[in-house]
T-cell receptor
């Protein structure tokens, strides 16, 4: 299957700082990428849909000024958690699909810990 | 609102048996339904996709059915192995978004 690479896999940051997470589709182009958040023992919660060359579409309840998404190219989307706080600690996962009719492929996930 | 339900309790089965996982959805008419496997601390791994006009799909030891009348999908793993132990997620989709159920934990004991 197609490969989606997410980096970093783990990050610890201090409260008040910003953290950037990268998501790359390695062997296909993705006009749309998705960002999810997962709490322990819970399912994935869709945060936003990232569209190449345009603004991201955020789900209800997700603060767009806190979770900045940039989809700079057909193979790269970034999620920046700004002014992070301990409650932002979570597992963040991106996904991408080659086209609308195919399955989505997921990155390895990023464990964010804010101290 | 859309609701996706999977077996809330863990499924424990003996090695070699067939595991059957259930996914029910309401207030929703998905065009596709996808099944994923997730191991602890990892992203989901795609297993199978079935379309609304397909009743059944197979891949090696895996089989998925899709009943749009019952609004249900069943996921089967035959000849289960301890390595199949993981959380299995169903994800119906219509339109652009992929929304996940809570997942079912499968434990295969040798």
């Amino acid at each position: 299957g197609a490969v989606v690479s997410q980096h970093p896999s783990r990050v610890i940051c201090k409260s008040g700082t910003s953290v950037k997470i990268e998501c790359r589709s390695l062997d296909f182009q993705a006009t749309t990428m998705f960002w999810y958040r997962q709490f322990p023992k819970q399912s994935l919660m869709l945060m936003a849909t990232s569209n190449e060359g345009s603004k991201a579409t955020y789900e209800q309840g997700v603060e767009k000024d806190k979770f900045l998404i940039n989809h700079a190219s057909l193979t790269l989307s970034t999620l920046t958690v700004t002014s992070a706080h301990p409650e932002d600690s979570s597992f963040y996962i991106c996904s991408a699909r080659p086209d609308r009719e195919t399955e989505a492929f997921f990155g390895q996930g990023t464990r964010l810990t804010v101290v | 609102s859309q609701k996706i339900e999977q077996n809330s309790e863990a499924l424990n089965i003996q090695e070699g048996k067939t595991a059957t996982l259930t996914c029910n959805y309401t207030n929703y008419s998905p065009a596709y339904l996808q099944w994923y496997r997730q191991d602890p601390g990892r992203g989901p791994v795609f297993l199978l996709l079935i379309r609304e006009n397909e009743k059944e799909k197979r891949k090696e030891r895996l089989k998925v059915t899709f009943d749009t009348t019952l609004k249900q999908s069943l996921f089967h793993i035959t000849a289960s192995q301890p390595a199949d132990s993981a959380t299995y997620l169903c994800a119906p989709r219509r339109g652009n978004k992929l929304v996940f159920g809570a997942g079912t934990i499968l434990r295969v004991k040798s």
